[in-house]
Structure formats: structure tokens, C-alpha cells
């Protein structure tokens, strides 16, 4: 007889009918078990719906707010007509055409408000506009960065803004922006698309300089005339008149002007000192001279453009950020009057505020420029400040402007910016700051090997990706945040061919009562010693840098 194996004795061998029975109890315990689940899902799902009403309800009414928002900040398509111009019948207005780069931009700014000073003219400022330097295509409003009712106040010169006065639907913003776009693409010829050709206004402006005459508009220039909607209509100046001044264009300018052009500031206003139109164009103000007085258009104007106090705030929360982990640093209070609201400030000796206050027409306030994120009102200053030295590192563009004579005044070598570094930090320990003083760089390069460099010397850099500068202010924030870095450092390096530079120097004069450093050899830098020795009167000096005040 066979034995059963391990198996045989445990488990029997089962038949079909036993298969078929097991096979039913499946089926029966699983259908079972979906028609239970069935009706709790369908009891889940009731009680999914009831308890998210109320929160598809509040979802629906975020985006809501979130379109009305949406809707105020950015002007609605609308239908494609020409724009219109809100100006006051009962005043007189001056403007003036961009020019180059944001500092250069700055500088025609401040010619324009002395102009508009001696004209007795509401000045309406052009915005910050794209150029080729950074082909953005865009534009924003000054007072996005500046204190422009403080200016008036303390200046009595009332302005206005072109975003406010000729308010642009979107749709007519992007017909401005196509033009200029094709503009940049064909610049010899580039005529005018149908829908710019519709829209656009003609214009007149008067030919300062010779632009707009001898010498074609910038690209500043075109890139305002463009999204604004405007076609320039170009006149020169009114002849002179018996008994006017004849100034000396080509000696007063260099050689870089005629004899017929307007050059001078006070021939520009003795031309139209009687002019009737209501809106007076100048097709360039960076240029003007003014024989009489030195640097008046800064003293008089330009530094009484304050930056606002945000502004100033967020460049000493980036210093701050960027110095924390230094070692031995230096921690003051924050007590900078240029980051606080001090009504004083914008008051005579007496307390009384100055200058008129300037209707604004747009009561809507749209604006077709780009503009700043609302987070930046809530910037408030900190209460403490690292004290150190701001290096204005200039490459960008700049090397295009240089030649074998001057480049080491042009692109200078990072050994002249250390030399003048150490130079401050002695300085600043004179004035009883501590002998290392950390440094700051800012700088428009892109090259790694800068970076590196500027690493190696353990200075730190403003990386604006990194803080999300552009998001926070705006296509120009950058370079406007690196402007108020540059102001109020304790100690401030500039590079010597740079108008930015220049413009920190100024600041730090006219707003703290403090020079800037340069570095520089040669004949220049003999020059620029000499003006050193005569307002510090000092004789600790070498070739390779040089204290300058403005």
C-alpha cells in the first residue's frame, strides 16, 4: 500500500463541485463589499460637497477681488482710438524728450526743471524709459523712486507725470510698444504700422542742440515719442531779437554744436520767455549749458530730488542682509533722515511748507508704465545699519566707449578700486569708524571672472536675481536701488568715467557733507588731485586715487 505523503495527510484532494461553491462565496462576499462601499462614497462625496461650499464660495469671491485688482492696476483694452491729453486750460506746461541711459535721463531731468523754473511753466516729466542698454521696451514713472511733492515743496517748481497726464488703454499701450519694437528692429527706416499711424498725435517739438535737426532723436527719446503715441513735428528755435544776448554756441559747447543752435540755458529762456503755446516741447535738455554758475542744474534741482523713503529703507535692509555674517563688524543705530517721512524736511526755516501744490487731472490715476509692486509701502527702515564703504564697479557697455589712451580710466583694473578701498577704511577710521570697514559692490557686470574677483577680495556683491529686486521696483529698480547704496555709504568708491558715480558723489556732498574717491593716474588724475587739495587741503596724495567733492 502505498503512504501518504506530508501533504496527502493534511490536505485532501477537492472536486469540481468544491471549486464551484468556493467560487460562489467569492463572488458573493466582493459584490458585497462594492455595493457597501458604493453607498458610503456616495455619503462621502454628500458630505464633501456640503462642508467645501462655503470654501468654493470664498474661492470664488478671492478671485473676484483678485480681477477688480487686476482691473484698477492695468487699464482695460478698451476700444482702439486715439489717446487724449489731460491739460489745464489756465496753465502753461514744458516738457522735454529723454535722453540715453537712466543717470543721463536724470541729468535731462534736472535741466528741464530749471528751465521750467525760469519759464514759470508746470513741468511734465517723461518717464524712465528703455534704451539700448537694457531693450526692455518699457517705462516707469519717476516718482515710482523719487519724492516728487517734496521737490515741489522745497523747490517751488510744480511737475506732473506723463503716465498721468495722457492716460493710455492697454490696447493703446501695445500699439506704442509695437512701434517702438519695430523701431529697434529697422532703426535707419522704420516707418509706422497702420495702427500707430491711426493713433498717433502730431506733436511740435522745439530743436535744442541741434536734436531733432542736424543730429536724429536718440533712442530714448524715440522709445518715449513711440508709447506715448506721439509724432514728433520738429522746429527750430525762435531767431534772436534786437537787444537778446548772442552767446558763443561753439566755444560754450565744445565744438560739439554750430553756431545757429540753442546751447545755452539762458538763450533758451530769453528765446521763449513769451511763448504762447500752451505746451512747450524741447527736444533735449542733458546737454544745456550754463555759463554762469557751475553744476547750478544740480544745486538748484537736482539735489532736492530726493529718493522716497522705501527706497532708501531697502537699500539698508540689502546692506545689512549682505554684512550680517562679517566678522567684526560694526552695528550703529539707523538714524539716516533721508529714510524717514519728516514733514520738516520739506519745510522753510519757518515751518512753512513751500511751493504750490499741482492738480492732477487723471483723477483715475492709470498709468501705462510699468509699476512697483504695493509691497514696497510697507517697507519700514531698520533700526540698526552696518557701516561700510559702496563700491560703484562700472563694465556693462562702458567698454565700448573706451580706447587704448584712456582704458585704465575707463575699465579700471581691480587693483586701483582695492588701493582706493584701503584708503577709505583709513579715512573712515579717522572718523572714528573701525579700521576694516566691510565693502559693498555694485556693478552691472555679468562676467563671472568679475565675480570671482570681487569674491576673492571678500567684498560683497548686490545680486538683484537673488532678492528679487526687478519684481519688487520694476524693470529700472536695480540700478535705482544700487543709486541709493551708492548715496549714503559711509565711505563711497566711484568709477571715474561713469555719470553714475558722478551723481553718488553729488548725493554724498549735498546730502551728508562727505567726498568720494576715484581712482585715476595721469593728467586727469593730476586734475582732479588738484581739486582735492583745494577743498581739503591736503598733501597725502599719489597717483592712483584721488578725493574728489561736487
Not at 535707419?188 to 498725435?201: H, I, N, Q, R, Y
Not at 583709513?426 to 570697514?437: C, N, S, V, Y
Not at 540700478?479 to 551723481?503: C, N, P, Q, Y
Request: include cysteine; charged fraction near 25%; proline fraction near 5%.
Amino acid at each position: 500500500m502505498k503512504k501518504a505523503g506530508g501533504y496527502d495527510s493534511i490536505v485532501r484532494r477537492r472536486g469540481p463541485r468544491t471549486w464551484a461553491v468556493a467560487f460562489l462565496v467569492v463572488i458573493f462576499i466582493v459584490s458585497g463589499m462594492i455595493l457597501v462601499s458604493h453607498f458610503d462614497l456616495m455619503d462621502l462625496n454628500v458630505y464633501y460637497n456640503k462642508s467645501t461650499e462655503k470654501y468654493r464660495e470664498q474661492q470664488q469671491q478671492q478671485q473676484q477681488q483678485q480681477q477688480q485688482q487686476q482691473q484698477q492696476q492695468q487699464p482695460s483694452q478698451g476700444p482702439l482710438e486715439p489717446a487724449k491729453t489731460l491739460l489745464d486750460p489756465n496753465v502753461k506746461y514744458l516738457s522735454y524728450l529723454p535722453f540715453a541711459g537712466l543717470t543721463n535721463q536724470f541729468i535731462a531731468l534736472e535741466g528741464a526743471m530749471y528751465v521750467a523754473k525760469l519759464l514759470n511753466r508746470t513741468l511734465i516729466i517723461p518717464p524712465i524709459v528703455s534704451n539700448t542698454h537694457d531693450h526692455n521696451n518699457t517705462h516707469q514713472r519717476w516718482s515710482h523712486f523719487f519724492d516728487m511733492p517734496r521737490f515741489t515743496n522745497l523747490t517751488g517748481v510744480p511737475v506732473l507725470e506723463w503716465d498721468l497726464v495722457r492716460p493710455l488703454t492697454a490696447a493703446q499701450r501695445d500699439v506704442g510698444r509695437e512701434q517702438a519694437n519695430r523701431a529697434a528692429i529697422m532703426p535707419e527706416s522704420p516707418g509706422e504700422t497702420e495702427a500707430w499711424s491711426k493713433l498717433a498725435e502730431n506733436i511740435t517739438c522745439q530743436v535744442i542742440y541741434g536734436y531733432g535737426g542736424r543730429m536724429v532723436n536718440n533712442f530714448s527719446a524715440r522709445n518715449f515719442a513711440f508709447h506715448f503715441l506721439f509724432r514728433l513735428v520738429m522746429v527750430q528755435p525762435p531767431p534772436l531779437k534786437p537787444g537778446m544776448k548772442e552767446y558763443d554756441n561753439v566755444a560754450i559747447s565744445g565744438g560739439t554744436a554750430i553756431k545757429e543752435e540753442l546751447v545755452v540755458v539762458q538763450d533758451l529762456v530769453q528765446r521763449y520767455a513769451n511763448n504762447e503755446d500752451q505746451l512747450l516741447l524741447l527736444s533735449h535738455t542733458y546737454k544745456l549749458k550754463d555759463p554762469e554758475v557751475e553744476g547750478r542744474f544740480w544745486k538748484e534741482m537736482g539735489t532736492h530730488l530726493h529718493f522716497i523713503p522705501q527706497l532708501m529703507e531697502y537699500a539698508t535692509l540689502r546692506v545689512n542682509e549682505e554684512l550680517k555674517g562679517d566678522r567684526g563688524i560694526m552695528v550703529l543705530p539707523n538714524d539716516d533722515p533721508e529714510e524717514k517721512n519728516d514733514p520738516l524736511l520739506d519745510a522753510d526755516k519757518d515751518g512753512k511748507s513751500l511751493g504750490p501744490t499741482v492738480p492732477n487731472l487723471n483723477m483715475d490715476a492709470t498709468e501705462s508704465g510699468e509699476v512697483s509692486n504695493p509691497e514696497t509701502s510697507q517697507i519700514t527702515a531698520p533700526t540698526t545699519r552696518v557701516p561700510h564703504i559702496a563700491v560703484h564697479l562700472r563694465r556693462g557697455d562702458i567698454g565700448a566707449k573706451c580706447s587704448e589712451s584712456n582704458m585704465q580710466t575707463c575699465i579700471i583694473p581691480f587693483d586701483y578700486y582695492a588701493d582706493a578701498v584701503a584708503r577709505a577704511r583709513t579715512a573712515a577710521a579717522k572718523r572714528g569708524l573701525i579700521a576694516r570697514l566691510p565693502v559693498v559692490v555694485t556693478t552691472d557686470t555679468q562676467d563671472e571672472e568679475d565675480f570671482r574677483q570681487i569674491q576673492a577680495l571678500g567684498w560683497h556683491r548686490i545680486d538683484h536675481v537673488k532678492y528679487g529686486t526687478t519684481e519688487l521696483w520694476g524693470s529700472f529698480g536695480p540700478a535705482m536701488v544700487d543709486a541709493a547704496i551708492l548715496a549714503h555709504a559711509d565711505e563711497f568708491v566711484g568709477s571715474l568715467r561713469s555719470t553714475m558715480s558722478k551723481i553718488a558723489a553729488s548725493r554724498q556732498r549735498s546730502w551728508y557733507n562727505r567726498g568720494t574717491l576715484y581712482t585715476s593716474k595721469g593728467a586727469r588724475g593730476a586734475k582732479l588731485r588738484r581739486r582735492w587739495v583745494e577743498f581739503l587741503e591736503m598733501d597725502d596724495l599719489d597717483d592712483e586715487d584721488v578725493r574728489v567733492f561736487y
